[in-house]
């Protein structure tokens, strides 16, 4: 990489790390190493948080993520995560529905078909 380039991709750095070649090329060559890593990172990240998403919505209807997924594996329901998710946040309808489809198709999950209620509060209203 010339000098060009490197002060090119060294813009915005801090300090000597802008403008000296050496810490430059230096802070430009980590810096594409933690991006290149965290391209990766990024994909995990997002897979995590659309199954959290997704666990927190079936919770609500008495199912846990695992139970969920494997019924509609059972039924050849073939919607990723990423929708999943985004089914359980803006279409509550729709993502109940699916629900009760893997409740019917895998047998585990009919244990948990009824969500305890909480008494305690109705004693303090």
């Known amino acids: 990489m010339n000098k060009k380039e490197v002060f090119k991709l060294a813009k ?3 300090g000597r790390a802008k403008n000296c070649i050496r810490i430059a ?10 991006s290149y890593r965290d391209r990766r990172n990024k994909k ?9 998403r997704i666990n927190a919505g079936t919770r609500v209807h008495g ?8 019924g509609l594996v059972k039924e050849n329901i073939q919607l990723n995560r990423k929708v999943l998710s985004e ?16 409740r019917t198709a895998f ?9 305890p ?4 509060l109705s004693i303090l209203v």
């Open 25 to 34: 090329r230096e802070r430009v060559e980590k810096a594409l190493q933690y």
């Open 44 to 52: 995990r990240d997002m897979r995590s948080l659309w199954i959290e």
């Open 12 to 14: 915005g750095f801090r």
């Open 63 to 70: 199912v846990n993520y695992g139970n969920f997924m494997h």
């Open 87 to 102: 089914l359980s946040m803006h279409e509550p309808y729709s993502f109940k529905a699916l629900v009760d489809v893997s």
């Open 117 to 120: 209620k909480k008494e305690g």
């Open 107 to 115: 047998p585990g999950n009919k244990n948990m078909a009824s969500v």
